[in-house]
């Protein structure tokens, strides 16, 4: 289905080459804004780059007033996907590194230190002509920048306690335990807002499918095991990605009009199964 439900396994090698490298730089706070700002993303194969919204390169690492940005990522080179996250309760680089090998084979203890050590904060993917465009928050402290499809990496300084508007958005996909709320509209072009009210970490897909897909097809596939391309998949896809707990994000995608398979592949935190296995996914129409 051309799912990328292996990409996050890169997640913590990265974070751990970067953040065991950079020494951390304090610098002074702007005053809060109002107003989203844009901060360009540069992803390539080698390097992420930042640009605008007040970020600015310092000792290895982008220094970035702490705030909520509209996160501009491009992929001039091939495809792309920027994974925002930081550390938390006592939880290492790497022991993420060593973690994220087995958590998607099912081994649940690794799957348990994921989801208790890592804050994730969103993410966006792009591809040659055809950039990302995401809203998120970054509070004070290091965030981790990952390309989640390769080896790139950077560092991200967050300083002071700038807060600023949400933007509006057209639609809104809700995750829960288990299983997705969605508004009464879901757009095929336009901002969305990706909400997790559930207790463990979860990612946004978005598949389209034939028009004539019935529940009953999409069952019986995932009862099956859910291997290969099932035969009413089509190739339009979009993806946000990995929100904890409490967290949000907006995502613009433009898609064509139609049927889509909405689902969520992070591994569970009692079973190591994958979330859509156990009926997290759901048909819906985007117009």
Known sequence: MNIRVRRYRAVAAATAAVLCS???????????????????????????????????????????????YHWHVVAPDGAHSLQLLRFQNGYTPDQAQQDFVTAFQGDVAAVQRIDNGVLFLGGASARPHNPGD?????????????????DAMALLQVTGSGASNAPSHDGKYTAFSFGWGVSKHLPASGTVKFAN????????????????????QVRKFVNSGAQGNPPW????????????????????????????FLACFWPDYFTGAPHFLMGMWKLVTLS
Do not use: C, W
């Open 134 to 150: 995401m809203v998120a928050r970054v509070r004070s402290g290091q965030v981790a920048a990952l390309d989640v499809n390769g």
């Open 22 to 68: 950079v020494t951390a730089v304090v610098a002074a706070a702007g005053p809060a804004e109002a107003a989203v700002k844009t901060v360009r993303v540069k992803m390539t194969d080698n390097a992420i780059t930042f640009q605008g919204g007040g970020a600015m390169a310092m000792n290895g690492m982008t220094m970035l007033p702490a705030g909520r």
């Open 197 to 216: 009210q559930a207790d463990q970490p979860h990612f946004l897909v978005l598949q389209r499918v034939k028009d004539g897909t019935t529940t009953k």
């Open 233 to 260: 998949a089509l190739h339009a896809t979009a993806d946000a990605g990995v929100l904890s707990p409490g967290k949000s994000q907006l995502l613009t995608y433009d898609l064509p009009p139609g049927k889509y």
